[in-house]
């Protein structure tokens, strides 16, 4: 098996491959599969202690944004200086994540469950708060046409979290088993 160090770091390397191979299309596509970033870094804090994790995370993801921009084509529509309020909103996920590390049974499906759906829902709103604040390109509408237009948003935002979560809760739950299953034999 694996040493606790040699987990980290594989575990740092499957999430930050993550950020790198998704964070290029938000919601996803017929070609593209929807940006993991929120769950890449929610599991991140409940694997991993260091706050350098963190940073380096918001490195790849920095880094995957500009080269979206610059290289893929990719539109730079929500590109304000409320883009700098995602350091703040994805620090809050980490944390979340973080918090349930530090509970009894982080793992347990309710409290997992829970967790994430909350960090993501905060998320959402800190990021579009962000962007509606900062943002040139909002200026004419008030605070409730701008919720009611990013309101549409919020289920694809929480489901593609949801799902990379579920996919990330299993296999934890198995790689956890067969450890089991080897030290008993």
């Given at each position: 098996?694996?040493?606790?160090?040699?987990?980290?770091?594989l575990?740092?390397?499957?999430?930050?491959?993550?950020?790198?191979?998704?964070?290029?299309?938000?919601?996803?596509?017929?070609?593209?599969?929807?940006?993991a970033?929120?769950?890449?870094?929610?599991?991140?804090?409940?694997?991993?202690?260091?706050?350098?994790?963190f940073?380096?995370?918001?490195?790849?993801?920095?880094?995957?944004?500009?080269?979206?921009?610059?290289?893929?084509?990719?539109?730079?529509?929500?590109m304000?200086?409320?883009?700098w309020?995602?350091?703040?909103?994805?620090?809050?996920?980490?944390?979340?994540?973080?918090?349930?590390?530090?509970?009894?049974?982080?793992?347990?499906?309710?409290?997992?469950?829970a967790?994430?759906?909350?960090?993501?829902?905060?998320?959402?709103?800190?990021?579009?708060?962000?962007?509606?604040?900062?943002?040139?390109?909002?200026?004419?509408?008030?605070?409730?046409?701008f919720?009611?237009?990013v309101?549409?948003?919020?289920?694809?935002?929480?489901?593609?979290?949801?799902?990379?979560?579920?996919?990330?809760?299993?296999?934890?739950?198995?790689?956890?088993?067969?450890?089991?299953?080897?030290?008993?034999?």
């Open positions: 098996m694996f040493s606790t160090k040699q987990n980290s770091i575990i740092s390397l499957v999430l930050i491959a993550l950020i790198l191979l998704t964070r290029t299309n938000h919601f996803g596509s017929s070609v593209f599969l929807p940006d970033t929120l769950a890449a870094l929610f599991f991140g804090g409940l694997m991993m202690k260091n706050i350098r994790w940073a380096l995370a918001m490195v790849a993801a920095v880094g995957m944004d500009f080269y979206a921009l610059g290289f893929a084509g990719v539109s730079d529509y929500c304000s200086l409320g883009y309020g995602l350091i703040p909103t994805y620090a809050v996920v980490w944390g979340a994540g973080r918090w349930l590390a530090k509970q009894q049974k982080p793992f347990a499906l309710s409290n997992y469950i967790t994430a759906w909350v960090a993501t829902s905060v998320a959402f709103v800190m990021s579009n708060a962000f962007w509606y604040v900062f943002s040139d390109k909002v200026n004419t509408l008030s605070v409730v046409e919720s009611q237009r309101a549409k948003y919020y289920t694809p935002y929480l489901s593609h979290t949801v799902v990379y979560l579920g996919l990330a809760w299993l296999a934890y739950g198995a790689i956890k088993s067969l450890s089991y299953k080897k030290q008993a034999a």
